[in-house]
């Protein structure tokens, strides 16, 4: 028996932003793919390419100053370093702005009953910038890249959970999985499709080869990314821009001037003390991706004492300020929250999020009640102005109720590798992102979180059991909302990972340009973007 789901094709690739257009009703609707049935979305019509003298100019360079230089090594995991993905590659499939997948390399699926196997029809006519078709045998590298444990990539275990291939031609492609997972197409958005012939020379960063809208024509470390437009790109028209060039400016101050003199005219990467001044400058507007695709956290390693004791971990829930964090340091764009869900995702309640406010007497309380009335503990933090703002404003905090925090500031692509390799100290504040797909990816692939293997070396039988049936079971109704909420209180119960502020991107662009989206993941995508006179 088969079902078959259609979506009508979305010309977006990303979430709306919330001072342009909200989706209706403000919710997101999580299909329950890969369960009883099969689904399937229809092709994707191609758009015409636009007439001379209509439409959006064609030509420009676009400047993007950004506060982390890109990292090859980091290719193939959603990080602070992954703004380029999208410009470089391109991924099978794409979210609209209500999580319904959205044709891009894959312009069709079908589900089997029981979720345990899809068939794609692959795009024809698209070929890597060094002029190779693109074929199935594309897509199965990529997914067994994931698989590689050599690569640090969140969604492995989705990756892993596809078990054998069908080829059916060059461009069709049955993906046979070992159970039924409802975060397939996750994984499908946050997949590149890089060239299998030279992913060695990627990771090293020596040549990106692959099927996006731009070339990568230098990489000048320290300093930034230069592309050029593909010429061969498969949607007719795109891109508008000649070229993008990513530079790197660390400084805020320094960060600021570029935009605010014309020097780049976009930016993600303003903190949030600066934005009131971006506001007030004309030319110049910001805006927030509503998804809540992001958050900032307190992280703490349940294997230092005494943070191995969760009654010393709920007194720094109990102990932070975040609705002055939200306020005074990420300017007002965010959500206060204790738990890591935006309000989009059907994981969201408000019980949830309020469940630890500011009550520095409970966390005195609690930490006199685990035979503590100081503790001294090191706070390791990313080494960037918007981020030590969140790590001293969590010290004055935690000060507060006696705990005394060393910061350990710490550059960007160092902080990821103890992330990823479980070495941080007692205590870290960075950004977690996947809260913003499928409530189920977040427990199963990010880093914080990832039952596991997770940075805070937190293990619980329990945990793991309720995290797979969640990725395994149906993603929605009445058992679906069960598994999600044990999550939630899991999560809030034992307080490894302390969430502070969810939010979104946060975009300061020039006032000319227009048509600059992000994926799920926060990959930048510009094939509509263009500047006006």
Known sequence: MTELYSSTPSTSSAPTRRTTLRAAGGGTLLLGLGLAGCRSAVSEAEAPAGKAGAGPRRGGTLTVAVNTDFTPSLLFAQ??????????????????????????LATSWEYVEGGRSVTLKLREGVTYHDGRPFTADDVIFAVKNLQNPLRAAQLRATAAAVTGFEKRGDHELVLKLAHPVNNLFDLFEFMVITDRHSVEDAVSGKRLNGTGPFELTKWSPGAGLSLTRNEKYWQPGRPYLDGVEIRVVPQADALLSSLRSGQSQLSFSVPGKNLAVVKSTPGLAVSEYSTGGGAYYLGVNTTVAPLHDKTVRQALAWGIDRERILKQVLGGYGLASATPWPKSSPAFTETGRTHY??????????????GHTRLDLPLLHVNLPGETAVAEAVQYDLKQIGVQVTLQPTDPATAQKHL????????????????????????????????????SRF??????????????????????????????????DEAF????????????????????????????NLDDAHLVD
Not at 357 to 370: C, I, N, V
Not at 460 to 473: N, P, Q
Not at 503 to 516: E, F, M, N, W, Y
């Open 497 to 524: 990972i302390i969430d502070l502020v969810i939010r979104g991107s946060v975009q300061v662009s020039a006032a000319k340009l227009r048509g600059v989206t992000l994926n799920k993941f926060s990959y930048l």
């Open 459 to 492: 293990r619980s039988a329990a945990y793991t059991k309720v995290v797979r049936d969640a990725w395994t079971g149906p993603a929605t109704g009445a058992a679906a909302n069960a598994l999600r909420q044990r999550i939630t209180d899991t999560l809030l």
């Open 357 to 370: 406010t500011y009550d520095p007497g409970k966390a005195r309380e609690l930490l006199r009640s685990a």
């Open 420 to 455: 990823i390799a479980q070495t941080m100290p007692g205590l870290w504040t960075m950004g977690h992102g996947f809260a913003q797909v499928q409530p189920s990816t977040l427990a199963v692939s990010a880093y914080p979180f990832n039952e596991a293997k997770n940075t």
């Open 79 to 104: 990080s602070g370093q992954s703004l380029q993905q999208r410009l470089i590659y391109n991924t099978l499939t794409r979210y609209d702005d209500r999580l319904r997948p959205q044709p891009e």
